[in-house]
């Protein structure tokens, strides 16, 4: 019986090691989405909207559901293009509910709501930039033909960290 009892305790480390490994956010590559540039305190972050056949949905930099993670220092300033590669018109975002988190972060949430025809149509891009000012969690989305709840369209969000120190940097949930 102690035989079984060590097997099976080894086997419960293991499944909760792969368990706490999907916790918290891993680095990614990301050379083709973000460059920074420390002396200045500035971050260009390319934003690229497009449909994944293989998640059957819109994403932004090939994430969804708030799978991307963008950290930002406060103090930076964020130059953001955002390309619509996707079938259908987008609008993007840096939302604190349902207002801008900073000023120029994206295309108000008002305007988005009220006019069908905001946003970009496919193969069109948009530049913003904006200062991180404030600490906090914010959500990268794309409200087009979202609800009045803040619901981003079909899972199209992902997640902006704004930290008190550090480096720019994208992860992954």
Known sequence: MKHVTKWGAIAAIGLATVGLAGCGTAPIDASQFMQVHPASKTVDLKIVGE???????????GYTNGQLVVTIPVGYHVNMD?????????AIGIYKHDHLAFPNAGMPYQQVMVNPSAGLLPG????????????????????????NNNSPTSGQWDIVKVVSSGSPSMSTT
């Not at 000012?133 to 990268?140: A, D």
């Open 51 to 61: 449909y994944s056949s293989s998640q059957q949905v819109n994403t932004f930099d």
């Open 82 to 90: 955002f390309v619509n590669n996707g079938p259908i018109p987008e």
């Open 124 to 147: 069109q891009s948009q530049s913003f930039s904006f200062t991180a000012t404030q600490v906090g969690t914010y959500k990268l989305a794309n409200v087009l033909n979202g609800n």
